[in-house]
């Protein structure tokens, strides 16, 4: 019998959501996802620290600043990474940036011109940015120059519209952390098809599919397997190596449940986004306010981590 996850890629493109290169290798995913969180764990790991040596390196030789040796440390891990997948390879702008369009838009052209400069094209990479209103702004920009973006941290219909309206090419909304308010707030036990992390993305996959809109919905954040069941047929699901285990050792069925001809039947009305309107239906949403301004937080909080560690490195060295 074909394991769950071979079924999986038969009707989504599965996406590593990981630093771990052994992982990527072991899992064979089309495209792969990081942030200042994978990156931190990565680069206190021995399997990689030539990668972290090089970057610390170049570092003295350029007598650079710390922020821009981590831009180094994450392109580097990127560039390594795009040898390994076929598709693919995000990388994100600072999340201290996150309400900070000119600067969010010269972090991003810096990477990608960091990529380019070790002979890998834009093509290949999504410049990952929070779902602000800013960073919704530093996406219509970017997109316009040939950058294509992801979207992260996407807890709501409003952030999905306005990132589609600005031509993003793909979001990221974050089942887990959504499933994780609800519990907190809302107690009770949720099945994977009462689940609303599930039930937003596929509100967000339907709206799109309904309204012809082409941004590639990628699921995010997940617990368990069940709630990447009930998506299967999502564009897109970035999972982790430990789920990614979970569906390879498995060989029941996989039933698909997402589908472009169902999702039209069941798809909110259209919406279109100014800033004051998309302002205040996040503010009227405190699951997704709460959520998005505790992950902001939190990349920003490893971001600094691995800043830290770069400095201390390079005092070190």
Partial sequence: MTSKLDQLRTMTTVV??????????????????????????????????????????????N?????????????????????????????????????DTEGSLAKARALIADYESRGIGRERILIKLAATWEGVETARVLQKEGVDCNMTLIFNLAQAVACAEAGAYLISPFVGRIYDWFVKNEGGAYTPETDPGVLSVRNIYAYYKAHGINTVVMGASFRNIGQIEALAGC?????????????ARSDQSLTRRLDPADAKAN????????????????NEDAMATEKLAEGIRIFARDLTHLRELVSKKMNTH
Wanted: with cysteine; aromatic share 6%.
């Fill in 16 to 61: 590593a959501d990981t630093g771990d290169m052994e992982a990527i290798r072991a899992f064979k995913p089309t495209d792969c996802t990081t942030n200042p969180t994978l990156i931190l764990k990565a680069a206190q790991m021995e399997a990689y620290k030539d990668i972290v040596d090089e970057a610390i390196h170049w570092g003295h030789r």
């Fill in 63 to 99: 007598n650079a600043v710390t922020s821009r040796v981590t831009d180094r440390l994450a392109v580097s891990f990127g560039a390594e990474l795009a040898r390994i997948v076929p598709g693919r390879v995000s990388t994100e702008v600072d999340a201290d940036l996150s309400f």
């Fill in 235 to 247: 564009d897109r699901l970035t999972i982790s190596p430990q789920l990614l285990d979970e569906l």
């Fill in 267 to 282: 798809a909110p009305a259209a919406m279109s986004l100014d800033e004051k309107a998309f302002r205040f239906l996040l």
